[in-house]
């Protein structure tokens, strides 16, 4: 079991359950989108943000990226890192039918997805390196034709399809990501 410094949050007790067989780490639940109108809930977040850092590790769908995006917008961006899982068609053990856009959720995640995205992300494990990489920027994503481009859009949708990263990221979300899985270096042998 890999412990994990940074408080992660999760939607539903499901992948908390799911989670907490793979890493030793504080997990809280969101309550899907009872966090919108959970001011003291966002105020526990703000304030563990600040002392431990947070990770959010939301399903691939569109309404893990909406409960994702409300938490960086009411919590210090610069306290948070975004673990991504990868598009995985299918159900849930425990489900009857597949999620709307039936992909896998969180809870439906083998453990070695999960953790390779949490160490994708920048996850403090405790006996591994973090070492900062060199960082690649917007102007990069530009350079390589990835942001502010015709076509720009395309080109993101086929490197996501590539690297196994969910089809919701935003330009901002990838450039996170890719901070997150790789050096400068490496992006620009990437081919895209």
Do not use: W
């Not at 896998?104 to 999960?114: C, S, T």
């Not at 160490?119 to 591994?128: L, N, V, Y």
Request: net charge positive.
């Amino acid at each position: 079991m890999h412990r994990i410094r940074e408080i992660i949050i999760v939607e539903g007790r499901y992948d908390k359950n799911t989670l907490s067989q793979v890493v030793d780490a504080v997990i809280l639940e969101t309550s899907g989108f009872g966090i919108f109108n959970d001011k003291q809930k966002q105020k526990l977040l703000r304030t563990l943000a600040e002392s431990r850092g947070l990770i959010v590790l939301t399903d691939s769908d569109g309404a893990g990226f909406v409960i994702r995006n409300f938490i960086r917008g009411c919590v210090d961006p610069k306290l948070v890192k975004h673990a991504y899982i990868p598009d995985v068609y299918g159900k849930e053990r425990r489900k009857s039918a597949p999620s709307k856009e039936g992909k896998l959720g969180v809870e439906g995640m083998r453990p070695e997805v999960i953790l390779e995205a949490l160490r994708r992300a920048g996850a403090t494990i405790d006996g591994e390196s973090t070492a900062q990489q060199n960082a690649i920027s917007k102007a990069d994503l530009y350079a390589r034709g990835l942001s502010g481009c015709d076509g720009s859009a395309e080109k993101r949708k086929d490197l996501m399809k590539k690297l196994d990263l969910p089809e919701h990221l935003s330009a901002a979300a990838l450039l996170d990501v890719l901070n997150a899985l790789m050096t400068r270096e490496e992006f620009y042998r990437l081919d895209c």
